[in-house]
Structure formats: structure tokens, C-alpha cells
């Protein structure tokens, strides 16, 4: 029988010999922004973040989610952590164009044909390569995570071919690209920022928005939206981004922990989002959204469609972004 005293003595040995392993790291809150709700696999990726910072940090550096835009839109934050007042935001790479033009890349539309592609893309050097472009910014990208194929939902029609978007009023995000797409398809496109999408829908300001399954059914969009095409227009990533004001004040090690947990977090959400991804379909369709696939024989006629958004962003977005990912598309497709 183990003594009392013997089992209080062992575990204030073991404390102050742990006590040291925390030394390095400072008690940091990090307030981390996006606008998705936290039932979307963002918040899969959040939680396994907190689980390595806790753990690794003997509960120290912790971060404190706001979710569904509650603390401002994807731009307000990035500008946020260019100026040093915000630590973390998960944003769509889309509307930071206005701030780093090269992330236009992955706004071409029909770029990925699908997921490992796209993670082929943004995990080898063409994902170094914007890093670079993003830290010249103010903003170090910790991971890439999931946004997902984007498909069309609206209130008017199915969308099964080109004419068919023909006047449809189609929120668009704050990017020139998405602009552009929508427009040469014949929608009338307008740039919004994701917190007003779902109010715009309900009060009819809008027909229609565009994104992945998985966010369509987080944020309910199903209860204002009655047709949902399934287009796979684009591809979107998220960029897990910490200022890098903030960054710059980390020490390496809590810098190392931050990129271990962005990482693993990136495994989680991504396979999260990628299961979620059909079930959501499943699940939109049950709630009596009027679901139609697109034949790839009218993929084509849109990607035919949207050709000049190419010709006309290409150099804006500027040659050396667009061959990064052409080049790393090449490879991955054994070409
Ligand atoms: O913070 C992430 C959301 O804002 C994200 O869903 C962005 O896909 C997006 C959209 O349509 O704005």
C-alpha cells in the first residue's frame, strides 16, 4: 500500500519536473475568427488545435474560436492581423486578392478537377511559393485547410446548362474573379461578404450564393434556397493565418507548436470535410432542396463559356502564380 505522503511527494516531483517543459511558453489567448458555424469541419480543425496547444503546452496558449462571423467578415480580420490586433483567422483565400493578387489562381474557374489535385497543389512547392507571397503581406499561413468544390444554390431554377443562369441575382465573394466568372455566365453577380449572405437570401435580395455542400447545410442555407446544381465551378482552400506583427513576438517554440497543431489540424479537417461532404448532399436533399447534377458535357460548355476570365485575369494574377500551379497541376495529373 502505497503511503499518502508518498503519492504527494511523487506528484509535486513530477509537477516541478514538468514544470520547466512549459517554461518557454507564455499564457496567450489567441483570438482565432472565421465565418462558418462551428458545427462546419473547421471547428474539427480548431478542436484538435487546442487538444496539441494544450498539451504541449501545458494549457498556456489556448485559442478562443468566434464562429459564423460573429467578430467580422474574412477581409475585416485579415486586415485585423495585418495590423497586429487580431492573432488568428481560417478565411477563404478569395477575398484576399485585393491584398495578395497571386491567390487569383485558385479563383479560375474548372482550375482543380478534384481533391488530390488540389492538395497535391497546395502542399508542395506551388504552396511554399504563396506562403512567401502571403508573409510578404503581413500574414503567415500556418496550413492549408478545406473550403471545398463550390456548387450553386438559388431560388429561381435548376442550373443544368448554360443559359440557365441567365439573370439570376448570384451573391459572389468580394473577389474579381468570382465577378467576372458569374458574369460572362449571364448571372447578375454581386460581391458580398459570407455574414449577410444568409439575411440577402431570405429577404430576396439576392436569388442565389455559391460554396461547398458542407457550408450550404451549416449555414442552413436550405432554409432560404430551393434549387441546388451541382456545378463544381472551383475549388477553394482555406488559409489558417496568423498575423505575423504577432508571429514576429512568438518565441520559436511557441512558433514550432502553433505550426504542429495547424498542421494536424489540417489532417482532421480535411478528412472531416471530405466525409461530411456526400452526407451533406444526403441531408440537403432529405430537407427538400431540389438537387440536379451538371453532365460534363455542360461542364464543358461553362468552362468553354468562361474562357475569357482566363485570358483577362491571368495577368493581373501574374504569370509566375498561374505556371506555379499549372506546372505542380501538370505533375500531379502524370503529364
Ligand atoms: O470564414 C470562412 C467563410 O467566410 C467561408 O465560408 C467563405 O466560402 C466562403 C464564402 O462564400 O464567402
Redesign the pocket.
Known amino acids: 500500500m502505497i503511503q499518502r505522503r508518498t503519492l504527494v511527494a511523487f506528484a509535486a516531483t513530477a509537477l516541478l519536473a514538468a514544470a520547466p517543459a512549459f517554461a518557454q511558453f507564455a499564457d496567450r489567448t489567441i483570438k482565432f475568427t472565421?465565418?462558418?458555424n462551428e458545427d462546419h469541419p473547421v471547428g474539427v480543425g480548431v478542436k484538435k488545435m487546442q487538444e496539441i496547444l494544450a498539451a504541449k503546452t501545458g494549457g498556456k496558449m489556448k485559442i478562443n474560436a468566434f464562429w459564423g462571423?460573429s467578430a467580422g467578415?474574412?477581409l475585416q480580420a485579415t486586415q485585423a492581423l495585418r495590423a497586429g490586433t487580431q492573432e488568428m483567422v481560417?478565411?477563404?483565400s478569395?477575398?484576399l486578392v485585393g491584398i495578395v493578387k497571386e491567390l487569383g489562381v485558385f479563383d479560375l474557374p474548372f482550375l482543380f478537377a478534384n481533391e488530390k489535385e488540389a492538395d497535391a497543389v497546395l502542399d508542395g512547392p506551388a504552396g511554399v511559393y504563396f506562403n512567401k507571397k502571403l508573409e510578404e503581406a503581413g500574414l503567415v499561413n500556418l496550413a492549408y485547410w478545406e473550403?471545398g468544390f463550390r456548387n450553386l444554390t438559388n431560388s429561381k431554377r435548376p442550373v443544368a446548362k448554360v443559359e440557365d443562369f441567365e439573370g439570376v441575382k448570384v451573391r459572389v465573394?468580394q473577389n474579381n474573379i468570382f465577378l467576372d466568372t458569374f458574369k460572362t455566365l449571364g448571372t447578375n453577380a454581386v460581391p458580398m461578404?459570407?455574414p449577410e449572405?444568409f439575411t440577402a437570401l431570405e429577404t430576396k435580395t439576392i436569388d442565389g450564393?455559391e460554396?461547398p455542400f458542407v457550408?450550404i447545410e451549416t449555414s442552413k442555407f436550405n432554409e432560404v434556397q430551393k434549387y441546388l446544381s451541382v456545378t463544381r465551378h472551383a475549388y477553394?482552400p482555406?488559409l489558417v493565418l496568423y498575423s505575423k506583427k504577432l508571429w514576429d513576438q512568438l518565441s520559436p517554440q511557441e512558433q514550432s507548436v502553433l505550426r504542429e497543431a495547424a498542421i494536424e489540424g489540417q489532417k482532421v479537417q480535411r478528412i472531416a470535410n471530405r466525409q461530411l461532404n456526400e452526407k451533406s448532399l444526403a441531408s440537403l436533399k432529405a430537407k427538400g432542396m431540389v438537387v440536379n447534377d451538371v453532365t460534363p458535357a455542360e461542364q464543358a460548355r461553362m468552362f468553354a463559356k468562361v474562357q475569357p476570365v482566363y485570358a483577362k485575369n491571368v495577368p493581373t494574377i501574374g504569370a509566375d502564380a498561374v505556371n506555379q500551379v499549372l506546372d505542380a497541376l501538370k505533375k500531379a495529373r502524370g503529364k
Open positions: 472565421n465565418g462558418v462571423g467578415n474574412d481560417c478565411t477563404s478569395s477575398p473550403n465573394m461578404a459570407f449572405v450564393q460554396n457550408t477553394t482555406f
